[in-house]
Nanobody, 129 residues
Framework: QVHLVESGGDSVQAGGSLRLSCAASGHTFRPNCMGWFRQAPGQEREGVAVIYSDGGTTYYADSVKGRFTTSQDNAKNTVYLQMNSLKPGDTAMYYC??????????????????????WGQGTQVTVSS
């Protein structure tokens, strides 16, 4: 059974930084692609960042470009989301997602949560002004 476990969520002041981690386990193969999504109360789920394990191709939402960076440690089946210059608008539950099926790294699934077959339970990020 596949498990995705996020960690690193916290409460910080605007301008601060956090690093989220997501470890995948329980599958024979490493994920082809992993993503970060977030959802604030009363709002729809929003794609934040995506990374393909093959080649490290990344995609970001416009709202986080230049502030957030996703990276991976393939040996640990773990992805990270480094979040800098945090804003109150970044407050949300952050979810990790994984796709184990083949996927073309030139496809940007930032707005396609159905691309991912597995999801974590989420980690809360709260940014105060």
């Amino acid at each position: 059974q596949v498990h995705l476990v996020e960690s690193g969520g916290d409460s910080v002041q605007a301008g601060g930084s956090l690093r989220l981690s997501c470890a995948a386990s329980g599958h024979t193969f490493r994920p082809n692609c992993m993503g970060w999504f977030r959802q604030a109360p009363g709002q729809e789920r929003e794609g934040v960042a995506v990374i393909y394990s093959d080649g490290g191709t990344t995609y970001y939402a416009d709202s986080v470009k230049g502030r957030f960076t996703t990276s991976q440690d393939n040996a640990k089946n773990t992805v990270y989301l480094q979040m800098n210059s945090l804003k109150p608008g970044d407050t949300a539950m952050y979810y990790c997602a994984a796709r184990f099926l083949y996927g073309d790294r030139w496809y940007n699934p930032i707005n396609d949560p159905d691309y991912f077959g597995y999801w974590g339970q989420g980690t809360q990020v709260t940014v105060s002004s």
